[in-house]
């Protein structure tokens, strides 16, 4: 009976889906409207008329020692600089600074273990913790420009550590937690690592994994790690190599309490970060100080339009990502965010843990991204009904192109309907949010970015000559340097050079997916410059050809490549997951050709529809569609570092083969 109502419900909701999807744009709520930091569209030509004072004034909201002499020097491009001869410490941002005004007490992290362990950690609790950190590295030795390597789930010493080395000076080079220990010590050497810190055990959904353990089989001979540092977190028994190892807490009970900030300045370096790798070997992104903090903490208050007294704001990336560099850490701390931090998995203890916590926290405003609103969806509407998210007033979502009806989901179901979502486009290299809306001012249009954040100049350009295109399909450019954007790609100049600069020369950053841009000037990203197809001269992009296809009501995911057509130049293949357990049938693959059909046209319809369980991901979670690429044509796999489930590629590979076999 209780599944019977459940399905009747679900039913319903499709059908209530449905008929928003033609809704062409959503209006910022009024009352939304009346509280927002920025209401007035002004703002957009004030910050165009004044780019560079638009920025200057973002600097000016931070605390400097001393300030810059020139805002930005663009006397080598593309190695841009900003605020030049300014002197500043992040850490004494994110965390001194609302101490000494009085905002200690405040709340900085809510976090919560997996198994529903909880600990609040203030300003000032935060700040004595860094600086006792900051002090114990220096003690080891650990000094300015000195790269540290971080490779920790997601507990409060993840930001301790970083906060610390910002404190110091030191680069970090996070590492995700879900990357193989293979992948720690590659991207230990190349970055050349003092020091690492790690844990003994993580937790994953009920069990624990042996990080030192794990750790200590790949890091033994490697002789520029002089020291690895261990925060006991499970109670994992590990051995400790004398000379080389040692315990945090023991590092800290012998460190001094205090430790004044280094004077950093503007460009010195801030920490290193590899992008997903969904379309190529990962890239070591440097980013620096003073413009970095100036793009992360300016797109944060405005796109989430914060307000840190009442908000309890929840980014649920993992610290790993650059959304959890920017949107975990430094832009909330340094807006005096109180933030909640969940070490655990979305479905564990129960699918419903996220909009429990929601509840629990009041959490106001959240930020995740398309893959874990389509896994949601997935697993059906009845988990978040069993909450009350009444406190939520702004989603935001970033990572990939939202599919409409994920959108329209994610609105109806987590926003009840009065919720603004910032669909947020940016990139690990752009360090902070590009293409967005700012939440009281700009109407949204489920499945686009709408438009560029003041002070951006982005454009979408033809392919040949790099000319703009008014409306219409092109690449994605950003015309015009930004604060936050990154430096170099670490110890690479030339393949920064390369890679985002030689095509349209030094002043054109490209950026790598395809947009279209509409008559209302939004912008709508639809995908890598590789994922476009050409059907018989039709280019299309795999993100429209996907969004139609999971309008279908049993449809939960879709990731579209273009295959070799002997007719059409390229016909486009399909794989599909459907929603729950049902099963694929020859009457589903007519019924998603009829739907892409009527909502693209004749031309778009898959050849082929392939059933897929699950689809390859990287470990952040997009779908790898240049690995699906790779099986359908039958060639060896390109770089799998980054993907998260070998078992996936595996599953979809013998399918393929089987199907083959069939056919011939
Ligand atoms: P790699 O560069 O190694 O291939 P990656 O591009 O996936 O990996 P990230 O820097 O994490 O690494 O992701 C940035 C990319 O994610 C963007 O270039 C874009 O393709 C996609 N993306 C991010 N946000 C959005 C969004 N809101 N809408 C559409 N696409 C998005
Ligand atoms: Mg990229």
Redesign the pocket.
């Known amino acids: 009976m209780a599944t019977e109502q459940m399905k009747t419900a679900e039913h319903e909701l499709e059908m209530e889906l449905a008929g928003l999807l033609d809704v062409e744009r959503f209006d910022p709520p009024a009352e939304f409207k009346q509280g927002a930091l920025l209401s007035d569209p002004a703002i957009y030509e004030e910050a165009e008329a004044d780019w560079k004072g638009w920025w200057e004034r973002q600097a000016r909201e931070l605390h400097w020692f001393k300030e810059w002499d020139q805002v930005l020097d663009d006397s080598n491009p593309p190695f841009y600089k900003w605020f030049t001869g300014g002197k500043l410490n992040i850490s004494y941002n994110c965390l001194d600074r609302h101490v000494e005004a009085g905002r200690g007490d405040r709340i900085a992290f809510h976090w919560r273990g997996e198994e529903g362990d909880e600990r609040d950690l203030t300003y000032a609790d935060l700040l004595a913790e860094v600086q006792r950190f900051a002090n114990a590295m220096k003690d080891l030795g650990i000094r300015k420009g000195d790269v540290v390597g971080i490779y920790l789930p997601m507990i409060p010493e993840v930001v301790i550590a970083m906060q610390a080395c910002a404190r110091i000076g030191a680069v970090h080079n996070v590492v995700f937690g879900g990357f193989s220990p293979e992948s720690v010590r590659e991207r230990m050497v190349f970055s050349d690592a003092k020091a690492l810190i790690t844990v003994d055990g993580a937790a994953r959904k009920g069990k624990t994994a042996a990080v030192k353990q794990a750790v200590d089989e790949v890091m033994g001979d490697l002789a520029s790690l002089e020291h690895i540092i261990v925060v006991r977190s499970k109670g994992t028994p590990c051995e400790m190599k004398p000379g080389r190892d040692v315990f945090y807490d023991e590092i800290m009970a012998a460190a001094a309490a205090e430790c004044p900030c280094e004077e950093m300045d503007a460009e010195d370096p801030l920490y290193v970060l590899y992008?997903?790798?969904?379309?190529?070997k990962?890239?070591g992104v440097l980013h620096t100080t003073g413009g970095y903090l100036t793009g992360v903490s300016a797109t944060h208050r405005y796109v989430f339009d914060l307000h840190p007294e009442t908000d309890v704001y929840w980014c649920m990336a993992d610290v790993g990502?650059?959304t959890g560099h920017s949107y975990i850490v430094y832009g909330p701390l340094c807006n005096g965010a109180t933030s909640i931090m969940y070490e655990g998995a979305p479905d564990y203890p129960h699918k419903g843990i996220w909009w429990e916590l929601v509840e629990h926290y009041k959490a106001t405003i959240i930020y995740t991204a398309p893959t874990a609103i389509r896994a949601c969806v997935k697993w059906g509407a009845e988990h978040p009904r069993k909450f009350d998210l009444s406190s939520l007033r702004l989603l935001g979502?970033?990572?990939?192109?939202?599919n409409p009806k994920a959108w329209l989901w994610y609105h109806k179901v987590i926003g009840g309907e009065r919720c603004p979502i910032v669909?947020?486009?940016?990139?690990?290299?752009t360090g902070a949010i590009m293409i967005t809306p700012l939440p009281g001012i700009v109407s949204t249009k489920p499945g686009s970015?709408t438009r560029p954040f003041p002070g951006i100049k982005a454009e979408v350009v033809d392919e040949r000559e790099g000319k703009p295109i008014a409306e219409g399909q092109g690449l994605l450019v950003l015309t015009r340097p930004w604060p936050s954007m990154l430096r170099t790609l670490f110890r690479d100049d030339e393949r920064f050079v390369e890679t985002y600069f030689r095509r349209f020369g030094k002043e054109t950053y490209l950026?790598?997916?395809a947009s279209r841009r509409d008559k209302d000037g939004y912008y709508w990203?639809i995908g890598?410059i590789d994922d476009v197809v050409n059907v018989s001269g039709h280019r299309l992009s795999t993100a429209e050809v996907e969004s139609a296809i999971v309008a279908h009501e049993a449809v939960a995911e879709a990731a579209v490549i273009g295959q070799h057509d002997e007719d059409t130049g390229q016909s486009i293949c399909a794989f599909v997951t459907l929603q729950g357990t049902q099963e694929g049938s020859p009457e589903l693959e007519d019924g998603i050709r009829a739907t892409v059909a009527e909502r693209i046209g004749k031309f778009a319809r898959p050849k082929r529809i392939l059933w897929a369980d699950d689809l390859p991901k990287?470990r952040?979670g997009?779908i790898m569609r240049r690995l699906l690429r790779d099986i359908a044509e039958g060639r060896a796999l390109g770089d799998v570092t980054t993907l998260r489930d070998p078992a996936v590629m595996a599953a979809l590979e013998s399918q393929i083969r089987s199907e083959e076999a069939n056919e011939s």
């Open positions: 992008t997903s790798g969904s379309t190529a990962p890239k990502w650059v979502t970033v990572g990939e192109p939202i669909d947020t486009w940016w990139q690990t290299e970015a950026v790598g997916d990203v890598r990287t952040s997009k």
